[in-house]
């Protein structure tokens, strides 16, 4: 019986070729559907969203009375209450809630085109300039309404001081710079909020896309 040498044995095992589990290929069709998935999932929390904002429009459009909280505020300040000052705020609020939805419903547009132009069989790098745009896409969706939430706040700076003018109130000074600073730190703690709740929703899953947009262009730059 031949003698068995293990240190021979492995040696010879350990200078065999390993091959790859997968090639390139089947990888950049695996990268391909999750990216697609991926850019699924951040389309249907669009939708979520933005029925969600169309829902709580509704509802509030039916109490009418939202802007009860800042009118006190208004009147505590010296401001008149009046029929045609709540019609003014009620407008204001009313611009705001359309071109909300507005806004949220041209990025569900956005999103839904963008992932009907991913396609499997697409070319590598055509492929990731479409993520590439899908994520510029998102950045702006979640730009845009911090955008809108500054806006909104100086908007309501604004109609503070006009109100204040029109009825020719005296404020101390004491008093608007709380009102200001108030408005401040509340702007501060509603972007606050809206940067972690988009951070926690869409960066989980932009971080995921992320990775896969790493691999496809290592899989290109092999490629070249």
Known sequence: MPEFDLDSF??????QPVKPKYDNNEILKMLN????????YIFWISV????FFSVLG??????????DSFLSILEKMGVHKDSQLVAKLDNIYLIVKILSLVVTGFFVLKFYQNYRKIKIEEDLKLFIIRIIT???????????????LLVLMSAFIGFTFYIINIQNIEVSNSTLIGFLVGIIIGTILCVSLIWVYYRLVYGIIMSRLDKNLSQLKEIESQEN
């Open 10 to 15: 492995k040696k010879t095992w350990q200078e």
């Open 33 to 40: 559907k999750k990216s697609r998935n991926y850019m699924k």
């Open 48 to 51: 979520i969203e933005f029925l």
């Open 58 to 67: 509704v509802f509030y459009l039916i109490q009418s009375n939202e802007s």
């Open 134 to 148: 899908f994520k510029k896409t998102v950045n702006a969706f979640i730009l845009t309404n911090i955008g809108l």
